[in-house]
């Protein structure tokens, strides 16, 4: 997290904006937009998408940009983190090129989570359950989604999800458009 705190700063002031041009873009305030670039406060996605958009910059550019001749990425190289508001841990899995329109993740969740946010956005959202079990609440229609079994639907019906059991859950998934 701290590489994407210092690219903030870094964007901001070759643009040439202050803090306070900053906030007023973002509609966030100077002093959070402050703490984030000296990175004692975590960060939202959708925070960082509204500094992205102000900024003028493709959100992942945030994110390291390591070019991949090979297309692999090793496991050794694998970046875990975690989303502000969200106990769920998440595996990035994707290479690095221009052009690319899947986002493949590995995501964790801790027993008995339950996601308190609803998301609704566009693209499409694919994910299998490697071990545990999910459900899945997709359009308030509940799916209970067990090892090897999957789920596959549009990323603009209401979404959400929860870890029934007293155990992790590891889920593949694979996310459009590109979010990180």
């Given at each position: 997290?701290?590489?994407i705190?210092?690219?903030?700063?870094?964007?901001?002031?070759?643009r040439?904006?202050?803090?306070?041009?900053?906030?007023?873009k973002?509609g966030?305030?100077?002093?959070?937009?402050s703490?984030?670039?000296?990175?004692?406060?975590?960060l939202?996605?959708?925070s960082?998408?509204?500094?992205a958009?102000?900024?003028e910059v493709?959100?992942?550019d945030?994110?390291?940009?390591?070019?991949?001749?090979?297309?692999v990425?090793?496991?050794?190289?694998?970046?875990?983190?975690?989303?502000?508001?969200?106990?769920?841990?998440?595996?990035?899995l994707?290479?690095?090129?221009n052009?690319?329109?899947?986002?493949?993740?590995?995501?964790?969740?801790?027993?008995?989570l339950?996601?308190?946010?609803v998301f609704?956005?566009p693209g499409?959202?694919?994910?299998?359950?490697?071990e545990?079990?999910?459900?899945?609440?997709?359009?308030g229609?509940e799916?209970?989604?067990?090892?090897?079994?999957?789920?596959?639907?549009?990323s603009s019906?209401?979404?959400?999800?929860?870890?029934?059991l007293?155990?992790?859950?590891?889920?593949?998934c694979?996310l459009?458009?590109?979010?990180?």
């Amino acid at each position: 997290m701290e590489e994407i705190y210092r690219k903030i700063r870094d964007i901001r002031k070759q643009r040439d904006l202050t803090l306070r041009e900053l906030s007023e873009k973002t509609g966030l305030s100077v002093s959070f937009l402050s703490q984030v670039e000296r990175g004692t406060t975590s960060l939202a996605i959708t925070s960082l998408k509204k500094i992205a958009d102000a900024l003028e910059v493709p959100i992942t550019d945030f994110f390291e940009n390591e070019v991949n001749q090979n297309f692999v990425v090793k496991v050794e190289k694998r970046k875990t983190f975690r989303i502000e508001g969200s106990s769920a841990e998440y595996t990035r899995l994707a290479g690095n090129f221009n052009g690319r329109s899947l986002e493949p993740l590995i995501v964790t969740l801790a027993p008995g989570l339950v996601q308190d946010n609803v998301f609704s956005h566009p693209g499409e959202e694919f994910y299998y359950v490697l071990e545990g079990a999910v459900i899945f609440n997709v359009d308030g229609k509940e799916y209970l989604v067990k090892a090897g079994d999957s789920i596959h639907f549009p990323s603009s019906l209401p979404h959400f999800w929860s870890n029934p059991l007293s155990q992790e859950a590891k889920i593949l998934c694979v996310l459009t458009p590109v979010i990180f």
